[in-house]
């Protein structure tokens, strides 16, 4: 039993490394090797986690066999267009000028069931409002809607905005981050002023703090 | 550092590792293989000529050789192969003790065969490969 313990926590770590080693992408927004390679590495990870027959080198070995693939891979797709195209395709043009491309349709083996469906899920459900969607190689489809039919932004209007850029976290459960604090041009002794607005004398009681470019500072305290 | 110069340290140096262990567990498997293998010619000449002693004798020795042999072994080959070796030891211990040539011969010989197969598992050879 202890053995099984230790060797699902030695692969867990191996897998964890390795995962992040290939680089930071949510699972809809692999392509398709990327994919592959991640359900590869689950599957080797697996067998000798549970056979301990099996030595471990048997899992760790083709783990990292598939992370020297997979950075190779990468690494020739990023450095060549060429390689690219033929690693990861090229996205296609679906709909194009409002028109459906039906060529372009079929050769992606893409029903127009899939891509009115795909449309609703974009919160566009009439297909006429399209003026051009692009079927991205990780599968994505991109939607451009007609300019008549996309959403108001303040230059439609004329109204001048303020810089609204990323909000600071200050506080994460109780732990100040002083370096978003320097970041802010700020110190312990402003944001405890602060705090105190807020009836809080210690940060250490603070689950979530963050301020936004407008100086709105957002806290929460953490349940007793 | 470069994101293309860490990619490129990181995929020479894991290749080098496994290169490099692949080649110590090659080299490793073939010598200790090799070394049962000569042993247990010896014990079949000593049974051949009814030396019931000297087999004995050096059946002992490959125990005690085989006893760090399987540790280095576990972490490499499946350990299935290692209960196989295992089990063919304890059978050629029984008939050796009983002075059974015939089951000896037999058993030894299909130990033989299992040791020999470890190495030649692991060799990169076109029948491995496919």
């Known amino acids: 039993m202890f053995v099984i313990f230790a060797r699902t926590l030695i692969l867990y770590a191996l897998v964890v490394i390795v995962m992040r080693l290939m680089g930071k992408r949510q699972i809809g927004q692999l392509q398709p ?12 990870a697996a067998v000798p986690m549970q056979d301990t027959g099996i030595p471990l080198l048997s899992g760790i070995i083709p783990i990292l066999t598939l992370l020297i693939a997979q950075i190779t891979l990468s690494l020739i797709s990023l450095k ?9 395709g090229k996205p296609k043009i679906l709909i194009e000028n409002g028109k459906i491309l039906q060529m372009n349709l079929a050769s992606e083996m893409y029903t127009i069931n899939d891509l009115l ?8 459900p009439n297909i006429a409002d399209v003026e051009f969607a692009v079927l991205e190689t990780n599968g994505q489809l991109s939607v451009i809607p007609k300019s008549q039919k996309r ?26 981050h002083l370096d978003n604090l320097k970041k802010i041009n700020m110190d312990e002794k402003w944001l405890k002023e602060q705090l105190s607005k807020f009836g809080i004398k210690d940060y250490k009681s603070v689950f979530f703090a ?12 953490k349940i007793r | 550092m470069n994101t293309t110069i860490k990619a490129i340290l990181i995929i020479v140096l894991l290749l080098a590792i496994i290169a490099g262990l692949a080649g110590y567990t090659l080299n490793l498997l073939y010598t200790s293989a090799g070394k049962l293998e ?5 014990i ?8 019931w002693a000297k087999a004995k ?10 006893e760090n042999i399987s540790r280095q072994w576990a972490i490499l080959i499946d350990h299935t192969e290692i209960d196989n070796i295992e089990e063919a030891l304890l059978k050629v211990q029984g008939y050796i003790e009983t002075n059974n040539a015939s089951l000896s011969l037999t058993e030894l010989n299909v130990l033989k065969g299992y040791i020999k197969h470890i190495p030649e598992k692991e060799s990169l050879t076109f029948k491995n490969l496919f």
């Open chain 1, 80 to 88: 060549s267009i060429k390689a690219r195209a033929i690693i990861c």
């Open chain 1, 117 to 124: 469906e795909q449309l609703r899920i974009k919160n566009i």
């Open chain 2, 44 to 51: 079949e000449e000593h049974i051949k000529e009814e030396q």
């Open chain 1, 151 to 176: 959403q108001l932004t303040p230059e439609d209007l004329k109204i001048d905005t303020k810089y609204e850029g990323l909000s600071y976290d200050l506080i994460i459960d109780g732990r100040l």
């Open chain 2, 57 to 66: 004798q050096n059946l002992s020795l490959i125990l005690t050789e085989w």
């Open chain 1, 33 to 44: 090797f990327e994919l592959v390679v991640a359900i590869m590495i689950s599957e080797l």
């Open chain 2, 38 to 42: 000569n042993q247990i010619n010896l």
């Open chain 1, 210 to 221: 963050s301020i936004d470019t407008k100086g709105n500072l957002f806290v929460q305290e």
